[in-house]
């Protein structure tokens, strides 16, 4: 079975996503996921991302910590057969991630400046 391949963390706005391309089979893989922090020290299945079959995994409610390191896995099954494991590099919410500016709007009433900021969309 195939490993995995091309598998990138993004982070935008605290969305965090690992994708991976496969190549396409006669029989449907399926994916699991798993994610290291630094502080624990060993690989937690992401439980919303086991034997699923789109490539990739939104692992945003796994970070607990913006300036701790991670590290993440991700392997294919294949019917009964099973691919290594392929891990990412280390990511750092804090270093990694990255975040739109907020949407600001300003208005006039009367005599006063009405200033409203938004988190990023």
């Known amino acids: ?41 060993y690989y937690e299945i992401v439980e919303s991302c086991v034997n699923i079959s789109y490539h990739f995994c939104d692992f945003s409610k796994e970070i607990k910590d913006a300036f701790l390191s991670y590290w993440l896995r991700v392997k294919a099954v294949v019917g009964s057969q ?3 494991y392929v891990e990412t590099e280390e990511f750092i919410l804090r270093k990694n991630g990255k975040m739109a500016p907020p949407k600001l709007n300003l208005s006039w ?11 990023p969309a």
């Open 82 to 84: 099973q691919s290594e």
């Open 1 to 41: 079975v195939p490993t995995p391949t091309e598998i990138v963390v993004t982070s935008n706005n605290f969305e965090t996503i690992l994708q991976w391309q496969y190549p396409p089979m006669s029989e449907t893989p399926r994916f699991i996921v798993e994610i290291k922090p630094y502080d624990v020290g």
């Open 109 to 119: 009433h009367g005599d006063k400046i009405v200033v409203e900021i938004y988190h």
